[in-house]
């Protein structure tokens, strides 16, 4: 926190922020004076490097080769994930595995190479190791993809965390993406990136770095293969990235370069290598498959701030009514807690909250309740009283319970990375299920105080239980999100096991799809934001995180109409779909705006609600497959490099493609197609890529295109379930899957597959099963014929 920064949180964002200012000026220092005792000054270091190769040591799926002064584990699992770890460094512990470490592959051989290297040489890549401890990731046609150059240790003399350097190489033509979400991508360009969840203080936009959600994983495509790299080390570090350069004519080419650099812990890492798709299944297959939300959670949600009670949450949902404007669940923030305590409610503003919440849901209204992980330290307060026995507090290193300034005043903060904390926090969710909540948003997770500015509320030197190992903040910042919602996962499946839990969070680290998805934070609320909020969701998606989504409306006043709308209509098409009104300004309710903007609002929450069978579909197979719903142009042809250049344009799933419109005015836009036919589902004219295509962007929609050939499942007018059929070119052939719902338990649904075959003027479809080909048992309308 600099001078500037002290001087917003005591002025800034007004009386409310002003009048935490000082408390927070106070936690700050209060904060590093108990690193200044609690952290070693370091002093001299002493570099390292790991010398000449000495021999090697075969084993199951790959071995141990020995340097001079380090040792290197390969190891090739039966998912077709490559580990390796430095110094002794094993798979597990690892907050980002799902259980165990995969068993290795009997058939991957750690064999002897040229100039006293070794090599792995496996079904879908080899490793090459230098008698100098450099490693090539390659192909089994032998293509370079990535080249990392031997690591470099500094560790202190006096002892403790020692800090590392890892420089790599990547082909000229690659292109960076990932690295959690990041603002200014999806395309990750030259630049340093921290890794360490921040709360920047403000809302953010394309140059704001880092954010809410950082994480190691690197997903890097190339013309030869894509192939994504995990770092498995939850410290703070830095990723410096320069994209190559290709040398015209007969110039030499520059390859890429990133540079990674930790303040300590293990030298671990994974590597897959493959397409997209099986890169994500893959990583699907080792960190977890992503949470499945309920049905209801694919809709429209909303998020009305402000100290109203339940006369306003009934005003709130009975206007959407009114106006026909689709609504699934409605949000409250932590204004509705009693005092800011966590786990109650306020009874004199919700005194029949749970009456309310019933008669909610028969109207197919959720409500979703905010949790932080700050506990106000006020004893008495059944949560501080409960926690406190329980010894579940995080502490310093003199053992006082480390305290930080929230908006409910002076707060004390659990140590998830503890799961005895866990189970107990996951108990308190009960009174939230008795209260009606049937979700849970997961809010300044990072931890971060109101006005921190980039700071953490915890000391670095806060000591965690790292799951019995002991550690420090410098190593749990980046997990305790992810830790939390663990134990609100676990907790909510223990208490309701009928149902599927749903939550998500602000913040996170490798792995959190298990639990849930996440959101975005406070997005600027101009038009540069747009690109932050996409850039967020692909990002996230490239790392596993499938269900994701920023607000719509904003919470730094209010958008100007068309900007509300553009935001609207891109909020549609995205995973988590929350709009936000209500004090600070966040361009208030449709129906404020005027007639036109209503009648175009309407609009794209109905669209939304028409395509909810599709998002249903894309959430189940994003289970399956770790495939996420949004994804870049590029997904299914990596190869494309034009298609790699594209950021202002997705696709959600496999037959739609979604152009927003991130800048005001004008009347059209330009989009680039992946290879196909691809028809406007609204004018339903078609065009063919790859290319570009002129399209017109009225106010009133965003410009979609539909694959030739897709099956695409919608609601019907009438409710029912309807399969969009989109002509197939010509002696082509298409179709697509349909996942009813089977709500909101653990029922494993059946995966529906179609096949549409043009017939001269006609589309025939047909339901393909084990016995046969059948007639769809749903309503088909074909479009794109004419």
């Not at 004199?348 to 992980?373: H, I, M, Y």
């Not at 016995?771 to 769809?776: I, K, L, R, S, T």
Request: proline share 8%; with cysteine.
């Amino acid at each position: 926190m600099d001078g500037r920064d002290l001087v917003r949180s005591v002025s800034g964002g007004g009386s409310g922020r002003a009048a935490h200012g000082f408390r927070t000026v106070r936690a700050a220092w209060r904060r590093r004076r108990i690193d200044a005792a609690g952290l070693p000054p370091r002093g001299a270091e002493r570099a390292r490097v790991p010398g000449l190769v000495q021999g090697a040591e075969p084993g199951p799926g790959g071995g141990l080769i020995r340097f001079g002064r380090s040792e290197l584990r390969i190891t090739v699992t039966v998912s077709g994930a490559v580990f390796w770890g430095w110094d002794g460094a094993d798979p597990e512990p690892s907050y980002a595995l799902a259980g165990a470490c995969p068993e290795p592959d009997p058939r991957a051989v750690l064999e002897p190479d040229k100039d006293g290297g070794w090599r792995v040489v496996a079904e879908r890549v080899t490793v090459v190791v230098s008698r100098h401890g450099a490693l090539e990731v390659c192909t089994p046609g032998g293509v370079v993809l990535r080249r990392e150059m031997p690591p470099r240790w500094w560790e202190p003399d006096g002892g403790g965390a020692g800090r590392w350097l890892q420089r790599s190489e990547v082909a000229a033509d690659a292109r960076f993406f990932g690295l959690g979400g990041r603002a200014a991508g999806p395309r990750l360009r030259d630049g340093t990136y921290r890794l360490w969840n921040t709360d920047p203080g403000r809302a953010f936009g394309p140059g704001d770095d880092p954010l809410h959600v950082t994480m190691p994983v690197q997903m890097v495509v190339a013309d030869a293969a894509t192939h994504l790299m995990f770092h498995d080390n939850t410290w703070d570090g830095t990723v410096t990235l320069r994209e190559g350069e290709e040398g015209a004519g007969s110039g030499h080419d520059r390859a890429g370069r990133c540079e990674l650099r930790m303040d300590g812990g293990p030298l671990r890492c994974w590597v897959m290598v493959g397409t997209p798709a099986r890169v994500l299944l893959t990583w699907a297959a080792l960190t977890g498959a992503p949470a499945l939300p309920p049905a209801w959670a694919l809709g429209h949600q909303h998020l009305r701030r402000g100290p109203g009670g339940e006369q306003e949450l009934r005003r709130t949902v009975t206007a959407h009514q009114e106006r026909d404007l689709p609504l699934d669940a409605v949000h409250l923030d932590a204004g509705h807690h009693d005092r800011h305590q966590v786990f109650t409610v306020d009874q004199e503003r919700f005194p029949k909250l749970p009456v309310l919440a019933e008669e909610l849901r028969r109207d197919g209204v959720r409500l979703v309740s905010a949790v932080g992980p700050a506990v106000k330290a006020v004893p008495g307060g059944a949560v501080y009283d409960s926690g406190s026995a329980l010894d579940a507090f995080v502490r310093d290193g003199a053992g006082r319970t480390v305290r930080g300034e929230v908006r409910a005043g002076e707060s004390v903060f659990p140590d998830f990375t503890h799961a005895r904390v866990r189970k107990w926090w996951g108990g308190l969710y009960e009174e939230r299920l008795e209260q009606g909540f049937a979700g849970f948003w997961h809010d300044m997770d990072e931890p971060t105080s109101f006005s921190a500015f980039g700071e953490t509320t915890l000391p670095r030197s806060a000591r965690h239980a790292v799951e019995g190992r002991g550690g420090d903040h410098r190593e749990a910042h980046n997990v305790y999100a992810l830790c939390m919602a663990r134990a609100g996962y676990e907790g909510l499946r223990e208490l309701s096991p009928q149902e599927r839990p749903f939550l998500f969070s602000r913040s996170g680290w490798a792995g959190m799809q298990r639990y849930g998805g996440a959101w975005s934070g406070e997005v600027a609320p101009g038009w540069p934001g747009l690109r932050a909020a996409l850039s967020l969701v692909l990002g996230m998606g490239l790392c596993g995180v499938p269900y994701s989504g920023p607000d719509v409306g904003g919470p730094d006043g209010g958008p100007s109409p068309e900007l509300y709308l553009r935001r609207l209509q891109l909020g549609a098409y995205l995973p988590l779909f929350r709009t936000h009104a209500g004090p600070p300004a966040g361009g208030g309710e449709p129906w404020e705006s005027g007639t036109e903007v209503l009648r175009h609002a309407r609009g794209a929450l109905l669209e939304r609600r028409r395509l909810l069978p599709y998002f249903v579909t894309l959430a189940y197979l994003a289970r399956r497959t770790g495939a996420p719903y949004v994804r870049p142009l590029w997904w299914g042809a990596p190869e494309d490099r034009a298609l790699r250049e594209c950021e202002d344009a997705f696709l959600l799933g496999d037959h739609l493609l979604a152009a927003p419109v991130l800048g005001p005015g004008g009347e059209g836009r330009t989009v680039r197609l992946p290879r196909g036919r691809w028809y406007d589902t609204v004018t339903e004219e078609a065009f063919e890529g790859p290319g570009r295509a002129r399209l017109d962007t009225p106010l009133s929609r965003i410009p979609v295109l539909a694959r030739a050939g897709a099956v695409v499942p919608v609601r019907g007018a009438d409710g029912a379930l309807e399969l969009e059929v989109w002509a197939p070119v010509q002696g082509r052939t298409g179709g697509g899957l349909v996942v009813q719902d089977a709500g909101d338990g653990w029922a494993e649904p059946e995966i529906e597959r179609y096949t549409a075959r043009r017939q001269g003027r006609r589309v025939v479809v047909t339901r393909e099963r084990e016995d046969g080909a059948a007639e769809p048992p749903h309503r088909v309308r074909v479009r794109g014929l004419g």
